[in-house]
C-alpha cells in the first residue's frame, strides 16, 4: 500500500510548463548542432560512393548518385596510398604508446606532494605550452639528433603535449589519495610497483582519452612529414592523400579538353573517397574508448 501510494504521488508531480519549454529548446539546439555535423558527413559518403560525372555536375545531396566505387577503386589501388596507410598506422601506434607512456612518466611525479620542486618543474612544462622556439629551431634540433627522413622525426618531436600533461597530473592528484600510496609504502611495494599495479588499472579512463588525443594527433598529422621527410616510403597517409590529390587536378599545359575534363572529375570524386578512406580507423577506434572518454574529461579537466 505505501509503495503504491508513493508512486501514485509521484505520477501526481508535473513538470512546470517552463522547464517543458526550455527542455523543447534544448532538444531543438540538439537537433540542430547534429544536422550541422550530420549532413555534411552524409553528403561526403554519398558523393564518395557516386559518378565522377555526378560529383563534378553537382548532383549529389545526401543520396548517391549513379552509384560508383570507381574513386575507392581508384584510392585503394594506389600502392602509395597502401603504403601511407601502413606508415600511419605504426606512426599512430608506436607514436601513440611512447607518448602515453612519457606522459605518465611525467605526470605522476608532478602529482605527488613528495616530489621536491614538483610546482617550479611544472611552470616550466607550462611555459612550453606559451613560447616555443619555432619551426626553425626545431628543425635545427631535428637534424642535429640525425632524425631526418627517419620515422623517429614525426614520434620523438612531438612526443609529450603539456595539455595532455595537465589531464594526467591533474586525475593523478585528485584520483589517487596519499593514504593509497603510504599503505603500499608500508606492504613493501616500490614507487613503480605501485605504479604499475595500482595507479595505472586506476586510470584507465584518463589513459584512454590521453591516447585517443595522441592517436588523432598522430593520424591527422602531415606537417612534420612535409618538413622532415624526404622519403616516399616514409610518408604517412595523410601527406600521400595530399600528393594524390595535387597530381590528380589538372595544373596547366597543352592537355586534350577531354582528358582534362576527365581529370578533373575525377579529383573531385577522389576528394570525398580520401576524406571517408583516411577517417575510418579513428571512427573504429572511437567507440572503444568513449565510455572512458566522458569520464576521464570530466574528471582530469574540471577537477583541481
Known sequence: MRAASR?????????????????????????????????????????????????????????????SLRGYETALGNPQVIQGYANSLFYTVFGTLISVTLTIAIAYPL????????????????????????????????????MLDTRWALIIPQAIGVWQVIIARTYFRTAIPDELAEAAQLDGASDLRFLWSVVIPLAKPMIAVVALMYAILQWNSYFDALIYLKNPDLFPLQLVLRNVLILNTYSGGAV?????????????????????????????????????????????????
Not at 266 to 290: G, N, T
Request: net charge positive; no cysteine; aromatic share 12%.
Open 111 to 146: 602529482s605527488r606532494k613528495t616530489f621536491v620542486g614538483r610546482n617550479l618543474v611544472m611552470s616550466l612544462i607550462l611555459f612550453t605550452m606559451l613560447f616555443s622556439g619555432g619551426l626553425i629551431p626545431t628543425y635545427l634540433v631535428v637534424q642535429s639528433l640525425g
Open 256 to 304: 586534350d579538353a577531354s582528358v582534362m575534363l576527365q581529370r578533373q572529375q575525377m579529383a573531385d570524386l577522389l576528394k570525398y573517397s580520401l576524406i571517408v578512406v583516411s577517417s575510418v580507423p579513428v571512427l573504429l577506434i572511437y567507440p572503444l574508448v568513449a565510455r572512458y572518454f566522458t569520464k576521464g574529461i570530466m574528471i582530469g579537466a574540471v577537477k583541481g
Open 7 to 67: 508512486a501514485e504521488r509521484a505520477r501526481r508531480i508535473h513538470e512546470p510548463r517552463t522547464d517543458k519549454v526550455f527542455m523543447f529548446f534544448v532538444y531543438l539546439l540538439l537537433l540542430v548542432f547534429l544536422a550541422i555535423v550530420l549532413l555534411p558527413l552524409m553528403y561526403i559518403v554519398a558523393s564518395s560512393f557516386s559518378s565522377p560525372e555526378a560529383v563534378s555536375a553537382g548532383r549529389v545531396t545526401l543520396w548517391p548518385v549513379d552509384f
